[in-house]
Structures are given as C-alpha cells and as structure tokens.
C-alpha cells in the first residue's frame, strides 16, 4: 500500500462511489468496502487502480471474507489471485433471498 499517495477516489469510475462522500472515504480505514465495490461494479481500469493501491495478496484476503459476490466476480478474483472458489464466504454461504431464474 506504499502507492496509495499517488491514487485517489477521484481516479476511480464515478459510478462506483455515487452515495458516499468521497472526502470521507480512506485507503485503509474503508479497504473491504472499497474493494468489494471495485470488484462488484468497478471496470477494467478500477481494477488495476485497485491492484496498485493494494495488490493482488491483500485483495485476495478481503475477498474471501465478503458474502455477496456474484459469480463471474467470484470467478475472476479467484482465477487471479489462485485462491480456490470453495476458500469464499460467497461460495460456501447461501444467501437468504435467492435470485430469480436467468431466463
């Protein structure tokens, strides 16, 4: 995390921090919650911000603990940072609401 200082909130998609106030939103302080929203919503340079501020390692550590990533996210963060899918809260938890069939 020694990069943090040449990245900030503003260098991400707009969307992705839409209900919060970006001036109280911290690096550190907010890691799980600004990873679990650059994986879930962000695009493909959100992701590589996200590497360079954290890295793959301590990405992969906060990912396993969220609950509710869907799959293909699921998929692709297990595939980068060869974590097996079965080591993800989000793969051994079952949600309360099931989704709707993809018809």
Known sequence: MEKEN?????????HLFWDV???DLD????????IHRVLEYGLMEDWR????IYGIDEIGKIAI????LDNKT???VSLLTKIPKENFSCYTTLQSHPKHWNF
């Open 74 to 76: 699921l998929s692709f």
């Open 27 to 34: 690096f550190v302080n907010n890691k799980k919650y600004v």
């Open 49 to 52: 911000l996200l590497n360079k």
């Open 21 to 23: 106030n970006i001036e």
């Open 65 to 68: 603990t969220l609950k509710n």
């Open 6 to 14: 040449f990245v900030s909130f503003d260098s991400f998609s707009k």
